[in-house]
């Protein structure tokens, strides 16, 4: 099989694959929820609220911040990071639009 062929779909389709893709891991799921949880930013407490390593937490990190759904803000020797208000309504929108279609399954199957 070779590359996905991204071009042929649109770029809502592309960008909410994207998201999916990278919410799809449990580990992105808590913290998001944490970051959520705390209403402020975090920062470097993350290792010892979730029990992973701080290379796995960064690179999770990292993955979140390329789809916009977080920023970070450098204080001192830290990184703290929030929530991207504007980005999480966007994907908020976009996933409530993908779920709000009425499949017309009574019809088939």
Same mark, same amino acid.
């Given at each position: 099989?070779? &590359? ?6 649109? +770029?809502?389709? *592309?960008?909410? #694959?994207?998201?999916?893709?990278? /919410? ?5 799921? #808590?913290? &998001?929820?944490?970051?959520? *949880?705390? *209403?402020?930013?975090?920062? *470097?407490? /993350?290792?010892? +609220? &979730?029990? /992973? #390593?701080? #290379?796995?937490? @960064?690179?999770?990190?990292?993955? /979140? ?28 929108? +976009? ?9 017309? @399954?009574? @019809?088939?199957?």
């Amino acid at each position: 099989m070779g &590359l996905t062929k991204t071009e042929i779909f649109t +770029e809502k389709q *592309n960008r909410l #694959a994207t998201v999916f893709k990278v /919410l799809g891991h449990p580990a992105r799921i #808590a913290i &998001l929820q944490h970051i959520i *949880n705390q *209403n402020a930013c975090i920062c *470097n407490d /993350l290792v010892e +609220e &979730l029990g /992973l #390593a701080q #290379a796995t937490i @960064s690179q999770h990190l990292k993955e /979140l911040k390329n789809i916009g759904i977080i920023k970070g803000t450098i204080e001192g020797k830290s990184v703290c990071y929030c929530i991207e208000d504007t980005i999480w309504k966007t994907i908020q929108d +976009e996933i409530g639009m993908f779920f709000i279609q009425n499949p017309q @399954s009574e @019809s088939c199957c």
